[in-house]
């Protein structure tokens, strides 16, 4: 029983260059969610998806693409890192409708940036 | 636009000890609102919820109640163990996202 996968779970970036964290839901979940989280900040959100073919910015989109080709993925790319985006990242999905049901979160990317 | 504002940290409690972390809110409409536990190097799990005013949510000894009255949701338990240590999270639920309060971390001594 995976429930929400992320990968890497560790990644050292430099200045500039870009990388694509990975999320994958094996509950035929339609809601999946991008956060970032940071000290003192709580968590952040970056951009989610309402089912495949659907986006929207979160609260913090500045810097990310994301794009929902299947149900099960939710990739999160950052095309050229910055320090500022040093920071825990947290995918998350849900399958209720209507009033705001449980997210189910992975274990978490932590990236560097350098 | 929704915000939650929540009791600061850390908090260091004995083991036994009553446990209060307050939460209050801001939101337009009539949000759902959850309280989130994250152990040590883990993900955030759901521990309690509640869906419309004056509902409790309870879960492992852990309990919060939606006061509309009052805009808050303070979670509360009895008797803390050490295995209760973690950081919580208040959060508020809205059509399409949930907001979350900053954390507060909780560490019970034995």
């Known amino acids: 029983n995976a429930g929400v996968t992320q990968t890497p779970k560790f990644q050292v970036l430099k200045t500039g260059q870009s990388m694509t964290l990975q999320c994958a839901q094996d509950?035929?979940?339609?809601?999946m969610s991008w956060y970032r989280q940071d000290p003192g900040m709580g968590l952040r959100l970056i951009h989610y998806?309402?089912?495949?073919?659907?986006?929207d910015q979160g609260e913090v989109p500045n810097g990310y693409n994301v794009s929902r080709s299947t149900t099960e993925d939710f990739p999160l790319r950052l095309l050229s890192a910055a320090p500022s985006q040093t920071s825990v990242y947290f995918c998350?999905?849900?399958?209720?409708?209507?009033?705001?049901?449980?997210?189910?979160f992975g274990e978490g990317s932590r990236l560097t940036v350098l | 636009g929704n915000s939650v504002t929540q009791m600061e940290g850390p908090v260091t409690l004995s083991e036994e000890a009553f446990l209060t972390i307050n939460c209050t809110y801001t939101?337009?409409?009539?949000?759902?609102l959850f309280w989130y536990v994250q152990y040590p190097g883990e993900g955030l799990q759901l521990l309690l919820k509640?869906?419309?005013?004056?509902d409790k949510g309870s879960n492992k000894g852990f309990e919060a109640t939606y006061r509309k009255e009052t805009t808050s949701f303070h979670l509360e338990k009895g008797s803390v163990q050490v295995s209760d240590s973690a950081v919580y999270f208040c959060?508020?639920?809205?059509?399409?996202?949930?907001?979350f309060g900053s954390g507060t971390q909780l560490t019970v001594l034995p």
């Open positions: 509640a869906t419309k005013a004056d």
């Open positions: 998350a999905s849900r399958g209720e409708t209507g009033v705001f049901g449980e997210l189910f």
């Open positions: 998806s309402v089912g495949a073919g659907i986006t």
């Open positions: 939101a337009t409409g009539y949000p759902s």
């Open positions: 959060a508020l639920g809205s059509a399409r996202q949930l907001t």
């Open positions: 509950m035929n979940h339609e809601y």
